[in-house]
């Protein structure tokens, strides 16, 4: 029984404690942006941008997975907003992957720099060297989307901590149940739950997470303070789609599993990418960081045209940009400028059952 497992357990049993006899058995949906608040305003909700129950309520399930005070943002990149935010002044240094989710360094460069922060980028294989003194903040993301490349996370933590910096670290590929920084050192964890988390393609949101009292104070503050509050509807959705994260990961790290080990024994397809499979440069690390090797695969095909002409055959890929819905997914990241082959592919693996996903992608890459 793993620690994973007893969380998963428990997350289908959170909120039930204090329900009086007869009360709604669901998470009420509180659609309200102020609250009933006559004389002394301490120690109950008071104004929508401070407390909401709902999204109280899904903290709390996420606090349960990351086993950390927790925070709720509208959306992935206003979670790393917060951490970046919350952790950095005028004359500090942050380092960034150079091949990580590519929207984090244009923030950076676009509002950070600005304000007088120097901002360093580096490709995430060479993290491993060290080399971080005089970094305020070194933020890491692995496995990297969409590369794929898999950073040794107590190692590097450790480094970063030694060196007098924060590390924070972008969680959004692997989840909770996958991976979990801060066991391996991490001070901050940050997520897109629009990913796999909320996993149906209808909901934006994103969280942080910390063990450090003052950096959970300081990112709750900037909440607080500049405003990125989630909407209670989009809150319970993501509340209700926890409930079966545990199930819908499972199988879709295992069909990865299997539709990786199919790809990168095909003619069509070169440079595959899957941290699970033993033949992947970050394997090592990722047995020992990784409960799975995920859902994500990368791979390249012949050429732009190629890459497209298989999107537009295969009928169980959608082609969207994004991952981690129940319906399996891929782009040619080349699209967004992404510094990768014009025929290379992420495709996220979604909840087909895997011999009709398989019998679809075959048939694709023979045409
Ligand atoms: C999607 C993504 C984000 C941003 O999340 P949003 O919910 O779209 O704001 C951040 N990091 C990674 C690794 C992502 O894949």
Not at 30 to 59: C, I, K
Not at 205 to 232: E, F, Y
């Amino acid at each position: 029984m793993s620690g994973d497992e007893v969380r998963a357990a428990r997350l289908l049993h959170l909120g039930v404690e204090g329900l009086s006899k007869g009360a709604a058995r669901s998470l009420p949906l509180v659609q309200t942006s102020t609250f009933h608040l006559p004389g002394d305003p301490a120690g109950v909700p008071g104004y929508g941008r401070m407390n909401n129950p709902t999204w109280e309520a899904t903290e709390k399930a996420l606090a349960l997975l990351e086993d950390a005070p927790t925070r709720l943002f509208p959306s992935g990149m206003a979670a790393i907003a917060a951490a970046l935010f919350a952790t950095l002044k005028a004359g500090d240094r942050l380092l960034l992957p150079s091949d990580g989710y590519y929207t984090t360094r244009l923030l950076a460069e676009d509002f950070l720099a600005p304000f007088g922060v120097t901002v360093e980028t580096r490709g995430s294989a060479t993290f491993a060297e060290g080399g971080f003194d005089g970094f305020a903040v070194v933020f890491i993301e692995t496995p990297s989307n969409p590369g794929l490349d898999v950073i040794d996370l107590a190692a590097t933590c450790a480094a970063v901590r030694a060196s007098g910096g924060v590390s924070i670290v972008d969680n959004t590929t692997m989840t909770a149940l996958g991976q979990r920084p801060l066991d391996l050192g991490a001070d901050i964890v940050v997520a897109s739950d629009t990913k796999a988390p909320a996993g149906h393609s209808d909901v934006l949101a994103g969280h942080v997470a910390s063990r450090d009292p003052a950096l959970i104070d300081r990112m709750t503050l900037w909440r607080k303070l500049s405003g990125p509050i989630p909407g209670p509807q989009e809150a319970w959705l993501l509340h209700r789609s926890l409930e079966t994260l545990e199930v819908r990961f499972e199988r879709m790290c295992a069909s990865a599993h299997v539709i990786a080990e199919r790809l990168a024994a095909h003619s069509a397809v070169a440079n595959l990418r899957y941290p699970g499979l033993p033949t992947d440069p970050g394997h090592p690390v990722a047995r020992r960081q990784m409960t799975t090797g995920g859902f994500l695969i990368g791979f390249d095909l012949a050429d732009e045209a190629t890459a497209e002409a298989f999107l537009a055959d295969c009928p169980l890929i959608d082609p969207t940009t994004s991952f981690g819905g129940t319906h399996s997914s891929a782009e040619r990241r080349a699209r967004w400028g992404d510094a990768v082959a014009p025929g290379f592919l992420r495709l996220s693996i979604g909840l087909e059952p895997v011999e009709v996903l398989w019998t679809a992608i075959d048939a694709a890459l023979a045409r």
